[in-house]
């Protein structure tokens, strides 16, 4: 019985696949290697100015908008998924030239310095493609397709001048500027419309602990002692990570994706789907953990050693000497936007690719001969880079769990909701 019940749902997947390509024609994406889009993935990082560029939350967003972008035009080829902001098809278009034109479009509008750039970047895309009818209606696809999500995020919220004065308190436990930095950094994002949630303040996270609580002081002398600058107890493993794990979020997680979408061999639109889902999350991480952040404004590490003598907690003792190992970015700290993006993203992968996928990669933010790290799964890496916040002595260990918390909701949210296979 067992048998012929595998038989009977083996066969119907197969009726599944031919009725679908029979519906629809049109290339099998699942064969066409991925290339583009990994390409086009680095294309963007190199665009937004590679380890230079310091908007990370534009960069998200952008990212998010290309992959949507390039999802959208692949599955107009051969549809498989519900669409995002693209409801045209075209089962003639070829595929290549649709996915990099989309990408195409949709960088070129946002970060239109660089068209010579993107320009070069999409010749040598369609280049290898011979020209005729199927390449031409890809390049119209694949404008259409950027257009459109182009339109649809038009007005969201995310123009603006990211550095703002920072209101000057001198109450305990009230966000305050950190050196280097005399800015807080683009408050308005709390007010972007998300790409995948219902609203900003869906997941948003629970209240922190309070300052006179023993939760608040086991933190507050945690990250006092393991995140000092040249602290005595901080090893070199977490050191080593600390740095490895600094650069911006989204700029390290979509390298992840690129490396486990080319060591598992994955399909053109499925490496597309992939990509969207990562960046939907990611970008969606930073919109909600902005919304936190701002709703609670808790103070840094920094602020709150050098001033312990404002939390009536007889368990914390300030320090006006006291440094962070790593440089505190200008924004508050509860909760850990970092943590949030690399659990949502993490969350993603393991959705799709299964929890136990092992991978190796580099970070330009490593130390010299400890840059590149090896992991188990993408949750074993999502809780490293967590703890890096805390022995970088950048945030507290509640912000890094509430952070995490959040940035799993985001992700199961995203795959349960969106991009999801149709059903024939």
Avoid at 210 to 219: I, M, N
């Amino acid at each position: 019985m067992k048998k012929l019940i595998l038989m009977l749902a083996v066969s119907a997947c197969l009726f599944w696949v031919s009725c679908s390509k029979q519906q629809y024609g049109g290339p099998d994406l699942d064969i066409l290697s991925n290339e583009v889009v990994l390409e086009w993935n680095e294309l963007a990082y190199q665009a937004f100015g590679g380890e230079a560029y310091q908007h990370s939350l534009m960069a998200s967003r952008i990212n998010a908008m290309t992959h949507i972008a390039m999802h959208d035009a692949l599955n107009a080829v051969y549809p498989l998924y519900s669409t995002y902001a693209f409801t045209g098809k075209d089962p003639g278009a070829d595929p290549i030239a649709a996915a990099a034109s989309a990408a195409h479009a949709v960088l070129v509008h946002e970060i239109p310095e660089k068209k010579p750039f993107l320009d070069s970047a999409l010749q040598r895309s369609l280049s290898a493609i011979l020209d005729g009818e199927a390449k031409n209606r890809g390049v119209l696809l694949g404008q259409n397709a950027g257009q459109a999500i182009v339109k649809a995020r038009a007005e969201d919220g995310s123009a603006g001048n990211p550095f703002s004065p920072v209101p000057p308190s001198g109450q305990a436990g009230v966000y305050q500027a950190v050196p280097p930095f005399d800015i807080l950094f683009a408050p308005y994002w709390v007010d972007v419309k998300p790409f995948g949630l219902k609203s900003k303040s869906q997941f948003r996270s629970a209240p922190h602990p309070s300052l006179g609580s023993d939760e608040y002081a086991e933190a507050f002398n945690e990250v006092k002692e393991i995140g000092k600058l040249n602290s005595a107890v901080r090893t070199e493993e977490q050191t080593a990570y600390s740095s490895f794990w600094y650069e911006f979020s989204e700029a390290g997680w979509n390298r992840v994706a690129r490396i486990a979408a080319a060591n598992k061999k994955l399909g053109l639109l499925e490496t597309a789907r992939l990509f969207a889902l990562v960046d939907i999350a990611l970008a969606d991480a930073y919109i909600a953990g902005w919304d936190s952040k701002f709703h609670y404004n808790l103070w840094r590490p920094y602020t709150a050693i050098r001033n312990a003598h404002l939390d009536g907690n007889g368990q914390t003792a300030e320090d006006q000497q006291w440094e962070p190992a790593m440089p505190t970015p200008p924004v508050q700290d509860y909760p850990s936007t970092h943590s949030a993006l690399g659990n949502a993203a993490a969350t993603v992968m393991e959705k799709i690719l299964g929890a136990q996928t092992p991978f190796t990669m580099a970070s330009p933010t490593g130390l010299p001969g400890k840059n590149t790290r090896s992991f188990a799964g993408f949750k074993q890496a999502a809780n490293e880079n967590a703890d890096s916040r805390v022995t970088a002595g950048i945030h507290f260990r509640f912000a890094c769990e509430a952070g995490q918390e959040l940035g799993d909701k985001i992700g199961q949210w995203v795959v349960e909701n969106h991009l999801k296979p149709l059903k024939y």
